[in-house]
């Protein structure tokens, strides 16, 4: 989730722009830059790493009078994190900033090199101030120029563009990625990728559409939708930065689990093609010689690896092992060469699942990682890297993080089959299908949030949780549990339904609250019939299914089951959102949980 500011006026542009970036902080990354445009001269400054870099380069920098800047703190999903991939990008005469995903930059690219531009960066923002300047060459003017050049992009993008053929003006565009235009009382403009970039800078804002486009000046904003202009839906920007930057959420948690559509997007974008999945930091030749996985993690990425080992034996046929790495360290384990070693870890800092990838790279093993933070030191070590791109992860409970890397590895499972053949073409399109349709399952609907709000109350006590589910909901029990655990501080298990008779059904009573995860694709008749065992010995049960179950205390309808996957995911909401309330009522800090710690650097 790249960061993205602008400014057009009087003030030191440098500073208004690195200052808007700090904000930005919070949504992680590894490089930044910025370009000033003055007295038809533009300055492009870029550095990896912290902003820190990027202000020594600038610090001997500075604007006077009227000028115009755009920024960018980005997260890479194309393209190493390197200051040439660092934006803002080129052309001859023209910067752009991008936050999103162009999809089609790959053609758009080659047409653009066909016609001898030559490309610097690895990016697919690079194309964008290509693409500009030759329509503003054909068309000589630079408002048609981008009109033209937004029209041909597809996929989710933020821009801002500055050139020196219009010295007076920015250009913008917002699809699919957040922008918010704004200006202070003295007319100078702003821009940000969120309010917190704006806050202290701006008085009046405008949380542009998608599919809003247009210039800002010194004269005002001109917005344009479909080549109209459109009125200016001005309000008035709020005061508080943290508030600011949990976007009117009480939590980054809460805020975090609302933001699993657009993430999943984001994962989804570049791999799930019309016919298959596409994963531009593999080769089908990473795969010669493999026909074992072991999967290697702690804690949520734990439970992620556990549920899409299933999906690997089940559709790609390759025999999959998923292996706590704090025991995986000490077990003397046996390792061969014809098995993958995938480590998943949001930070990419997890102590002990760095050293059991340290272990299988010394056993001679290809390794890949599942991580959410480029550049970090799993990342470095592993052969190669699937990013999750959930954007950074503020609370201490993982949410996002959890749903893109079982995305992640969804894709990775049909990547497999696709190479050994183990699924038809149409399997593999069902399950693109099903993919898309995921960003729609994890909405959370007012709905929803309000029942769950109003039952947690009854889930503040009594002596623990049994949270079951069959097959790849065991998992996702186990993960609901870790959820409950870790912000209600109340005790929880995740079990599989099967093995409630063989002891855990003693536990059973009035006080004893089971959460029954019977999904309609899978299992139902086996799971219900558990259910039923335990109701049947007075547990309180909170049943989550598409289908009425009559038995249950509290039910949660769901409504997503065309596909097991679909299923999983609007279940794994309604776990989230379950710990979140109960915690709230509970008064516990739901970021910050006593005793955890987001990233485990130490054994
Ligand atoms: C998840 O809610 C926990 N915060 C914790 O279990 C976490 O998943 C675990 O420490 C692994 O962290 P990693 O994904 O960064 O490696």
Redesign the pocket.
């Known amino acids: 989730m790249c960061g993205i500011v602008g400014y057009i006026g009087k003030k030191e542009v440098k500073d208004i722009l690195v200052d808007g970036l700090r904000e930005l902080e919070y949504r992680g990354y590894d490089s930044a830059g910025i370009a000033v445009l003055q007295d038809d001269e533009i300055k492009s400054y870029k550095a990896v790493g912290k902003l820190k870099n990027l202000e020594d380069k600038t610090k001997d920098f500075a604007s006077d009078g009227l000028a115009m800047g755009i920024g960018h703190t980005r997260w890479a999903t194309h393209g190493k994190p390197t200051e040439l991939n660092a934006h803002p990008h080129l052309g001859e005469f023209s910067y752009v900033v991008h936050n999103g995903i162009i999809e089609n930059y790959q053609e758009l690219k080659s047409s653009l090199q066909k016609d001898g531009v030559k490309f610097l960066s690895q990016t697919d923002t690079e194309v964008i101030v290509h693409l500009f300047e030759k329509n503003y060459k054909e068309l000589n003017d630079p408002m048609s120029a981008f009109e033209k050049t937004i029209d041909t992009l597809h996929g989710a993008y933020a821009v801002l563009l500055i050139t020196k053929v219009d010295p007076e003006k920015i250009y913008f565009a917002k699809h699919g990625s957040p922008m918010i235009v704004g200006n202070d009382d003295k007319g100078d403009i702003h821009f940000g990728s969120s309010d917190a970039a704006l806050i202290g800078k701006a008085t009046e804002v405008i949380y542009l559409d998608d599919g809003d486009y247009g210039y800002t000046s010194q004269e005002g904003i001109s917005i344009f939708f479909d080549k109209e202009k459109k009125a200016l839906n001005k309000r008035a920007l709020t005061g508080d930065k943290i508030s600011a930057q949990k976007g009117g959420f009480r939590f980054f948690m809460e805020k975090e689990i609302y933001e699993q559509g657009e993430v999943l997007s984001d994962t989804i974008i570049g791999r799930v093609l019309d016919e298959k999945i596409n994963f531009e930091e593999l080769h089908e030749s990473f795969f010669d010689g493999i026909d074992e996985i072991k999967i290697c993690?702690?804690?949520?990425?734990?439970?992620s690896g556990l549920a899409c080992a299933y999906l690997f034996e089940r559709q790609a046929k390759i025999k999959t092992v998923v292996e706590i790495?704090s025991e995986f360290r000490y077990k003397e384990p046996l390792m061969t060469k014809n098995t993958l070693f995938v480590?998943?870890?949001?930070?990419?800092?997890?102590a002990d699942?760095l050293e059991a990838l340290k272990m299988a790279k010394r056993a001679g093993l290809k390794t890949l990682a599942i991580?959410?933070?480029d550049n970090s030191s799993?990342v470095r070590l592993a052969d190669h890297t699937i990013l999750a791109r959930a954007g950074i992860e503020k609370?201490?409970?993982?949410?996002k993080?959890?749903a893109t890397?079982v995305m992640a590895m969804w894709m990775l499972s049909i990547y497999v089959a696709q190479i050994k053949n183990t699924m038809s073409k149409d399997e593999i399109k069902s399950e693109l299908n099903a993919m898309r349709h995921i960003p729609n399952a994890v909405i959370v609907s007012d709905k929803l949030h309000e029942k769950i709000k109003r039952l947690s109350k009854r889930y503040l006590h009594g002596h623990g949780f049994f949270f079951i589910g069959r097959d790849m909901f065991f998992p996702l029990a186990l993960?609901g549990a870790?959820?409950l655990k870790?912000i209600s501080y109340l005790h929880a298990e995740g079990y599989p339904a099967g093995e409630m008779k063989h002891g855990p059904i003693a536990l059973a009573d009035s006080e004893l609250f089971t959460i029954a995860l019977m999904p309609k694709t899978l299992h139902y008749d086996k799971v219900k019939s558990n259910v039923e065992e335990l109701s049947a010995r007075d547990s309180t049960i909170l049943a989550i299914s598409p289908l009425e179950f009559e038995l249950a205390d509290d039910f949660i309808k769901t409504t997503h089951c065309e596909h097991p996957m679909s299923e999983f995911f609007e279940m794994m909401v309604i776990t989230q959102l379950l710990a979140l309330e109960v915690s709230v009522r509970l008064g516990n800090d739901v970021d910050m949980p006593r005793n955890?710690?987001?990233?485990?650097t130490v054994e």
């Open positions: 993690a702690c804690g949520t990425s734990y439970n790495a480590v998943i870890s949001q930070s990419g800092e997890t699942t991580c959410n933070v799993i609370g201490v409970a993982s949410t993080a959890f890397q993960e870790l959820k870790e955890l710690a987001k990233s485990v």
